[in-house]
């Protein structure tokens, strides 16, 4: 789906700097996949090289990997003034360099802020040797964002994907919809919508009123209901909805009246794509099959509600997944800001949809997993894992399906 992404609308990364300060490697560290051509040589890269990807977990980007500025020569001169236009196109800019910082990156950098471009001061080649403690100070007084990395090792990359996520304009980070893309315009959705002691009295909880909203701005149509008259809802429709749209706890339910043609979804499904990365969630679910009685999971919830008696974080998928794996895991349960900063001892880590934060910060709970190398899925994604019906649920998202579908063919 990514590759569908048109270009324009990617966040466009622009790598620069001197020759030979391993932009091309960066780059290829960075997406671990070879895209530029490296060599030991100076000046390998003539024309900027275009490459969209989806950079997790911030989505679809274009990294545009430039020639050495400081090409000497009338050729030079050529490719300098290409990677000049590149900056023109640029919304975040690294300067790579192997530990110089003199005139030459001071004029990149003018370049760049001068056209309100946010910058990030890559600090290549750190296995060779360590960056000047003094040049770092320097550029963190400035408010210039330092990553110390080496395309080599590998050392400083997931810093270097938090520091571009930290850039990136908040434009590039919000998720353009919830449902209104995956319904057309005069076309129904059905949301359903339990009302059980778990609703809050007298309204409906903010991801559904936001899905409603989401809908009506796309020109779509919606059909709010229960689950009891869902049923009767799709017989007397002229036609099959666009989309159904469930609660995670009604899914099998759901799934079992909804016609297999019909696509169907979570509202935290919605909200792993919306709030979150659900390509990385997705994959965060299958760690289910990983887990042994005695595993630590850790439940996250980003605001600070009130437990209910059959609260779904606290009672319903702790018994769930008990009942998966055979035997009792354990659960720690934490709101709000109160994330661990060591999650190592945890072998999942399962997120509430999020709805109350902004993507950035989501994101960035993302980004601290990946890290510690523990999975992260949310609540929609474990249930319908747990339940079985995961292909169903991601039916109407292909690139996550497809992750999912590759993760079990390795
Ligand atoms: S922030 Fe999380 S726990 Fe709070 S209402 Fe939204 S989804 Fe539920």
């Given at each position: 789906?990514?590759?569908?992404?048109?270009?324009?609308?990617?966040?466009?990364?622009?790598?620069?700097?001197?020759?030979?300060?391993?932009?091309?490697?960066?780059?290829?560290?960075?997406?671990?996949?070879?895209?530029?051509?490296?060599?030991?040589?100076?000046?390998?890269?003539?024309?900027?090289?275009?490459?969209?990807?989806?950079?997790?977990?911030?989505?679809?980007?274009?990294?545009?990997?430039?020639?050495?500025?400081?090409?000497?020569?009338?050729?030079?001169?050529?490719?300098?003034?290409?990677?000049?236009?590149?900056?023109?196109?640029?919304?975040?800019?690294?300067?790579?360099?192997?530990?110089?910082?003199?005139?030459?990156?001071?004029?990149?950098?003018?370049?760049?802020?001068?056209?309100?471009?946010?910058?990030?001061?890559?600090?290549?080649?750190?296995?060779?040797?360590?960056?000047?403690?003094?040049?770092?100070?320097?550029?963190?007084?400035?408010?210039?964002?330092?990553?110390?990395?080496?395309?080599t090792t590998g050392q400083g990359l997931d810093d270097f994907r938090a520091a571009l996520l930290a850039a990136a304009?908040?434009?590039?980070?919000?998720?353009?919809?919830?449902?209104?893309?995956?319904?057309?315009?005069?076309?129904?959705?059905?949301?359903?919508?339990?009302?059980?002691?778990?609703?809050?009295?007298?309204?409906?909880?903010?991801?559904?009123?936001?899905t409603i909203r989401d809908l009506l701005d796309s020109d779509a149509m919606c059909l709010v209901v229960k689950e009891?008259?869902?049923?009767?809802?799709?017989?007397?429709?002229?036609?099959?909805?666009?989309?159904?749209?469930?609660?995670?706890?009604?899914?099998?339910?759901?799934?079992?009246?909804?016609?297999?043609?019909?696509?169907?979804?979570?509202?935290?499904?919605?909200?792993?794509?919306?709030?979150?990365?659900?390509?990385?969630?997705?994959?965060?679910?299958?760690?289910?099959?990983?887990?042994?009685?005695?595993?630590?999971?850790?439940?996250?919830?980003?605001?600070?509600?009130?437990?209910?008696?059959?609260?779904?974080?606290?009672?319903?998928?702790?018994?769930?997944?008990?009942?998966?794996?055979?035997?009792?895991l354990n659960f720690t349960t934490v709101q709000g800001q109160d994330f661990p900063d060591d999650i190592s001892p945890?072998?999942?880590?399962?997120?509430?949809?999020?709805?109350?934060?902004?993507?950035?910060?989501?994101?960035?709970?993302?980004?601290?997993?990946?890290?510690?190398?523990?999975?992260?899925?949310?609540?929609?994604?474990?249930?319908?894992?747990?339940?079985?019906?995961?292909?169903?649920?991601?039916?109407?998202?292909?690139?996550?399906?497809?992750?999912?579908?590759?993760?079990?063919?390795?």
């Open positions: 789906m990514a590759e569908l992404t048109p270009k324009g609308m990617r966040l466009h990364i622009g790598l620069f700097g001197r020759r030979n300060v391993g932009k091309s490697s960066l780059l290829n560290a960075v997406v671990r996949q070879q895209v530029s051509i490296v060599s030991e040589f100076a000046g390998t890269t003539t024309d900027p090289v275009d490459k969209p990807m989806e950079l997790l977990p911030i989505g679809p980007v274009l990294f545009i990997d430039t020639a050495g500025i400081d090409d000497e020569g009338a050729l030079g001169q050529l490719r300098i003034d290409k990677t000049r236009k590149a900056i023109d196109r640029t919304d975040v800019g690294v300067i790579v360099t192997d530990g110089q910082w003199d005139s030459f990156e001071e004029h990149l950098c003018a370049e760049l802020t001068e056209r309100g471009v946010p910058v990030i001061a890559a600090l290549n080649k750190a296995d060779l040797h360590q960056p000047p403690a003094e040049l770092i100070d320097r550029l963190h007084a400035r408010k210039i964002g330092v990553v110390v990395v080496s395309s304009p908040a434009e590039f980070i919000d998720s353009p919809a919830i449902a209104g893309d995956l319904v057309g315009p005069g076309q129904m959705a059905i949301l359903v919508v339990p009302i059980d002691k778990e609703a809050p009295k007298g309204r409906l909880i903010l991801p559904q009123v936001q009891r008259e869902l049923r009767a809802a799709v017989e007397n429709l002229k036609h099959p909805p666009a989309l159904v749209v469930t609660d995670s706890q009604a899914f099998k339910e759901v799934a079992a009246v909804v016609p297999p043609n019909v696509p169907m979804t979570g509202f935290s499904v919605l909200y792993s794509r919306f709030k979150g990365d659900l390509i990385t969630q997705t994959l965060g679910a299958t760690a289910v099959d990983t887990l042994r009685p005695g595993d630590n999971v850790l439940v996250a919830e980003s605001c600070t509600h009130h437990p209910i008696e059959d609260d779904i974080g606290r009672v319903k998928i702790p018994k769930w997944l008990n009942c998966y794996v055979g035997g009792k945890y072998k999942l880590v399962i997120h509430c949809g999020a709805c109350m934060w902004n993507r950035r910060l989501m994101l960035n709970r993302i980004l601290k997993c990946r890290r510690a190398n523990v999975p992260i899925t949310n609540y929609g994604l474990v249930i319908a894992y747990s339940l079985g019906i995961f292909e169903r649920a991601l039916g109407p998202f292909p690139a996550a399906l497809q992750a999912f579908k590759n993760a079990g063919r390795k």
